[in-house]
């Protein structure tokens, strides 16, 4: 069997690919021998693909097509892809890019890989992150630098930078990325790709915890798809998504409409003290002149918002008490205070709520600027970001990611325009709780109307 002269499989997504190994005009060993000829090719530079598994990848691509069957119902059927590395994979290390952990394999799949495995994926490796998940760039001193496709003085994102980059350069059509602090959109956003946050809770978190650790689900955080079409990005969520436990299921509603016209759009131009460069607000403002063009509602009233400065206080606090557990020093929080936070988040889910009574998505910048030159001092306090003749503070960054995070709400970023340089940038699409198949439907509009690039 060969594959087709028409057939470019560097750039069919993972849907195109899974029909091309159903109808038989490739098979599912060629999809993965054409995904590890270009991570060969393209990775010597990127260092994206950290964790490479190729012959495991193909002894598994070999038993799809011993097994395959006509109209065979595996909807990612020979996708040859990667995950982010901090996702276990039986017999492969989840570093989190701590050193002490290179040499210490996972027993078993996270439930995320098991799914897609069933579903007829074939995990050829995994991506690269930054120590511990923790920066929005993706440097650790277990596999070294990954660097933006665009630019390679400059960060890809993270921290599923590894995972944008391979997206990027056509090395993979469908990735696995994580986000609590924005993990999965600012690499979205930096590296031109389409990535969605899923509301909290709706995917199974098992097999994605600090090294060792098998228990309580993070709070925050959560794990999606990233791909180079948005087709892929809901595909792949319904196969994700759903308890990790019999006795109920997930039942999203719908989307909410099916033309771009019929939409409420309240734009988020900018949060308290973090303003977005001029190159950001140009793309922001073409993009609403767009909508409108198209009949959409646009608005940038505020009415009914959280106080965005209280709600990004208690969001870092709550982030810092996660992101710390078990850090040598760290101060733990009291179980009242923690419990009072948790009150307060509930109180600002309810006010986002009652706001989507009204309002379809919510679109806002994903970060301050387009990808920035990779930062070498390793104290976040000290960093500071360029933002037109300003400059910000690294962390105030996190003011983006929090708008949709700290509620739990879901979020997809899309591609919308690039800068003077080339450089990729995103806006990203907020819904309501469980509104995941609005914001990826509103995504997919954009996409069939070219207003994603």
Same mark, same amino acid.
């Given at each position: ?8 499989? =560097? ?19 060629? %999809? ?47 996708? %040859? ?253 009291? =179980? ?84 003077? =340089? ?32």
């Amino acid at each position: 069997m060969g594959a087709s002269a028409k057939t470019d499989l =560097a750039k069919l997504g993972a849907l195109d690919t899974a029909r091309a190994v159903r109808s038989g005009e490739i098979s599912a060993l060629e %999809a993965c021998d054409a995904t590890i000829a270009r991570i060969e090719a393209l990775d010597k530079t990127i260092n994206a693909v950290v964790v490479r598994d190729f012959e495991r990848a193909r002894a598994a691509a070999k038993r799809i097509d011993q097994t395959r069957k006509l109209d065979d119902p595996r909807r990612l059927l020979g996708v %040859a892809m990667t995950v982010k590395e901090s996702n276990d994979v039986e017999g492969l290390p989840s570093t989190w890019g701590f050193e002490s952990f290179a040499h210490v394999d996972a027993p078993r799949d996270a439930v995320v890989v098991r799914r897609l495995k069933e579903q007829g994926a074939v995990i050829v490796g995994k991506t690269n992150v930054p120590v511990a998940l923790a920066d929005w760039q993706s440097e650790n001193p277990v596999y070294g630098r990954t660097l933006n496709p665009f630019d390679n003085t400059r960060s890809p994102g993270g921290s599923s930078g590894g995972a944008a980059a391979a997206l990027a350069t056509g090395m993979v059509p469908l990735e696995i990325g994580s986000d609590i602090g924005g993990s999965i959109r600012m690499p979205s956003h930096m590296c031109g790709v389409f990535g969605h946050k899923p509301t909290y809770g709706i995917v199974p978190l098992r097999g994605h915890g600090f090294p060792g650790t098998d228990g309580l689900d993070v709070p925050l955080a959560v794990v999606g798809p990233m791909a180079r079409k948005v087709e892929d990005l809901i595909e792949t969520l319904g196969i994700i998504a759903g308890p990790d436990a019999p006795g109920y299921k997930l039942d999203l509603p719908p989307p909410r409409h099916d033309r771009i016209g019929d939409f409420r759009v309240r734009i988020i131009r900018q949060m308290p003290g973090v303003p977005v460069d001029s190159e950001t607000a140009a793309a922001l403002d073409a993009f609403t002149v767009k909508l409108d063009s198209l009949g959409a509602a646009v608005s940038d009233s505020s009415q009914g918002y959280p106080d965005f400065v209280r709600m990004m206080e208690a969001y870092i606090r709550m982030l810092n008490t996660v992101i710390t557990r078990g850090t040598p020093g760290a101060q733990p929080t009291d =179980a009242h205070d923690w419990m009072n936070l948790q009150d307060e988040q509930l109180a600002v889910t309810r006010q986002w709520s009652d706001i989507f009574n009204d309002v379809d998505i919510i679109v806002s910048p994903i970060f301050s600027t387009p990808a920035f030159v990779y930062q070498t001092e390793a104290d976040w306090s000290k960093r500071q970001l360029p933002v037109d003749n300003a400059l910000l503070p690294y962390g105030s960054q996190l003011s983006w990611a929090g708008i949709a995070t700290y509620a739990g709400l879901p979020a997809t970023a899309v591609p919308v325009a690039k800068s003077r =340089a080339g450089l990729p940038i995103g806006l990203q699409l907020i819904g309501a709780p469980y509104g995941d198949l609005t914001t990826l439907r509103f995504a997919q509009l954009l996409e069939r109307e070219g207003l994603t690039v």
